[in-house]
């Protein structure tokens, strides 16, 4: 029995078929951000005047360093092994990476390496055959976590800083979005501007990441071309790619998913795979693992092949 048919019968026992405590926190964040930040700017237009620009900063670094935490270190890294990365590159992941409130490392790896295993099929966490919404979102409404075993990564059980992460991972998420960002704001302007911190720097930045991250779920198994693998539901988006640091290009990813890119061609946009290119020329990262090009032009070869077959 598959651990996926084993919570299904353990929340069918219990009487417990939502979990309330995930599904509270993404309808919760929701609900500020969608609320908290139109009152914050009509109620303190005078003071969000003035310090729009720290706003606006602030806003971007948060979203680039947890969005981009997680395409780098919880995607790339942890979940495929795309490369070796030295303790300061993991620590900022793990740090970063928490503040996009999508679990641990090690409990979002457990999930997306499911996800490749057995895309578009029942224990697929977030199967595209379910519907947009579920794949979306809807599948974390009703996601019990199995704690332990975590039995297709053990190889980041062994990893202290990983366990380290996942045993504060709430103190760590908790801190980074909703206790430095009205510090800070505190710091730059005052006590509104640490409130208009909180809203924006804090819920609509965690709100924004975790629906750029679900789209790769959604839109990306949705709408886009399918050069590399005609027979699974991954796409090609240069549009999801723009918000999602370069992970829109999932058709590619899907059929190699040990590459560090996914935006293959020199010429699309994933800052996720120069960021490793980068880190890589000052020795951060090591091991960079790439797909010979002659197999990726065979891939591509195939798809032609099947499609002209077709007609
Ligand atoms: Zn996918
Ligand atoms: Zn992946």
Not at 67 to 85: M, Q, V
Not at 128 to 140: V, Y
Not at 232 to 258: C, I, K
Not at 261 to 285: A, H, S
Request: proline share 4%.
């Amino acid at each position: 029995m598959t651990d996926a048919e084993l919570l299904e019968i353990e929340a069918k026992k219990s009487g417990k078929r939502i979990n309330y405590y995930i599904s509270g926190f993404l309808v919760g964040t929701a609900v500020v951000a969608m609320i908290g930040v139109p009152w914050y700017l009509v109620a303190y237009w005078e003071d969000f005047k003035a310090h729009w620009g720290f706003h606006l900063l602030y806003f971007s670094i948060m979203f680039w360093f947890a969005a981009g935490s997680i395409t780098l270190g919880y995607h790339r890294l942890f979940s495929h092994l795309s490369f070796k990365a030295s303790w300061p590159v993991k620590l900022f992941t793990l740090i970063f990476g928490a503040a996009a409130f999508e679990g641990s490392a090690i409990e979002w790896t457990t999930d997306h390496r499911e996800h490749h295993k057995h895309v578009d099929h029942d224990e697929d966490p977030y199967n595209i055959n379910k519907g947009f919404f579920w794949a979306h979102i809807g599948w974390l409404f009703v996601k019990f976590r199995i704690d332990p075993p975590f039995d297709n990564a053990k190889d980041l059980l062994q990893d202290k800083m990983v366990m380290w992460q996942h045993r504060h991972f709430v103190t760590i998420a908790v801190i980074t979005s909703f206790v430095i960002p009205p510090l800070i704001g505190w710091w730059w302007g005052g006590p509104i501007t640490a409130l208009g911190a909180f809203l924006i720097g804090g819920f609509l930045r965690v709100v924004a990441v975790q629906h750029a991250t679900f789209a790769i779920n959604s839109l990306c198994h949705y709408i886009g071309d399918r050069p590399y693998d005609d027979k699974v539901s991954a796409r090609d988006s240069w549009f999801v790619a723009l918000v999602t640091f370069g992970e829109g290009y999932h058709n590619f990813h899907h059929t190699f998913q040990h590459d560090y890119r996914n935006g293959v061609k020199p010429w699309q946009f994933d800052p996720t795979k120069w960021t490793v290119w980068i880190l890589n020329k000052f020795g951060l990262v090591t091991d960079v693992r790439r797909v010979p090009d002659q197999k990726i032009k065979e891939a591509q070869e195939a798809v032609r092949q099947r499609q002209l077959a077709a007609k």
